[in-house]
């Protein structure tokens, strides 16, 4: 489970790293956790629906990784810290983009290659 958690969280930075916000290169991987923190109580089944600074803040993390190796970058950090987060719920974390209105161009899923994260 934990593993979608990383998905999730890496479909929502590349999905919005097309944006036209860019930045130099991806947070540290404390402060990109610290970010996600805020999304805890949907993935984790306590609440109904992702609530709006869980999708500003999916939204905010894609815009922060500009480039294809920056969305590797936080792919890997996720990946990386999901053991820490046992109890999220993949299928909830494979949704998260969508139901943030963001779109991607891969499938999530728990086994992601994050080296294989498409350029945009």
């Known amino acids: ?9 890496v479909a929502a930075l590349l999905l ?4 036209s916000l860019k930045s130099d290169a991806a947070p540290p991987c404390p402060q990109i956790v610290q970010m996600m923190t805020v999304c805890t109580p ?7 629906s992702p609530f709006g600074p869980c999708c500003t803040t999916v ?4 815009r922060s990784a500009p480039t294809q190796a920056d969305r590797v970058a936080v792919c890997n950090c996720l990946k990386g810290v999901s ?25 999530i899923t728990p086994f992601i290659d994050c080296h294989m994260i498409p350029a945009v």
Do not use: E, K, W
């Not at 489970?1 to 969280?9: D, G, L, P």
């Open 59 to 62: 939204a905010a993390l894609g």
């Open 1 to 9: 489970m934990a593993h979608h958690f990383v998905a999730s969280f």
């Open 42 to 48: 949907y993935l984790a089944n306590r609440a109904p």
């Open 16 to 19: 919005i790293a097309s944006s």
């Open 83 to 107: 053991p820490r987060f046992p109890n999220v719920d993949s299928s909830r974390a494979s949704s998260l983009p969508s139901l943030c209105g963001v779109t991607i161009n891969f499938t």
